[in-house]
Antibody
Framework: EVQLEESGGGLVQPGGSLRLSCVAS????????MHWVRQTPGKGLVWVAR????????SHVDSVKGRFTISRDNAKNTLYLQMNSLRVEDTAVYYC?????????WGQGTLVTVSS | SSELTQPPSMSVSPGQTANITCSGD??????TSWHQQKPGQSPRVIIY???KRPSGIPDRFSGSNSGNTATLTISGTQPMDEADYHC???????????FGGGTKLTVL
């Protein structure tokens, strides 16, 4: 059974940093592209970042470029999102997802709250 | 980058058919997926590659795609189908994932 388990969310002040992690199981992690997707309460889904299967190719949505970095450790079956210079508007539930052109599995999400 | 447009909300009576649309430039040329999200839950994929259903998804859910519009059809809608539905594709130039704004389906 494919499982994606996020952790690392919490309350942080504006300008602060957090690192989200997502541990994958039930499939060969190193063979799949991975993404982070976020959702503000009551709003739609927004793609944040992606990494290809070997970690050599990444992409980030414009609103987080220069502040967030997606990465992965295939030896640990773990996906990361390093978030720096956090802003109030980054407050959201962050989901770890699998897939290249089609997202096919979702984690349960981890809540990030940026507030003073 | 690609943009996908969905109606924010729609309603359907139990037993009737719901058609939820998703519009985007040349959407028919790219794989489209549909994700269902119930309150307090993570999304789950119900349609991928335009028309395919993962195991465990009822066959009352179906997808179609033509031109610039993808459509999720729910036949014989049940009260348990009340949820938010999000379409998703990818940008062929950047390979980035793109989501529609989501449609809140009310069954009443």
């Amino acid at each position: 059974e494919v499982q994606l388990e996020e952790s690392g969310g919490g309350l942080v002040q504006p300008g602060g940093s957090l690192r989200l992690s997502c541990v994958a199981s039930g499939f060969t992690f190193s063979q799949h592209w991975m993404h982070w997707v976020r959702q503000t309460p009551g709003k739609g889904l927004v793609w944040v970042a992606r990494v290809n299967h070997d970690g050599r190719s990444t992409s980030h949505v414009d609103s987080v470029k220069g502040r967030f970095t997606i990465s992965r450790d295939n030896a640990k079956n773990t996906l990361y999102l390093q978030m720096n210079s956090l802003r109030v508007e980054d407050t959201a539930v962050y989901y770890c997802t699998r897939g290249q052109f089609s997202v096919d599995y979702w984690g349960q999400g981890t809540l990030v709250t940026v507030s003073s | 980058s690609s943009e996908l447009t969905q109606p924010p909300s729609m309603s359907v009576s139990p037993g009737q058919t719901a058609n939820i649309t998703c519009s985007g430039d040349k959407l028919g040329d790219k794989y489209t997926s549909w994700h269902q999200q119930k309150p307090g839950q993570s999304p789950r994929v119900i349609i991928y590659q335009h028309v395919k259903r993962p195991s465990g998804i009822p066959d009352r859910f179906s997808g179609s795609n033509s031109g610039n519009t993808a459509t999720l059809t729910i036949s014989g809608t049940q009260p348990m189908d009340e949820a938010d539905y999000h379409c998703q594709t990818w940008d062929s130039s950047t390979l980035d994932v793109v989501f529609g704004g989501g449609t809140k389906l009310t069954v009443l």
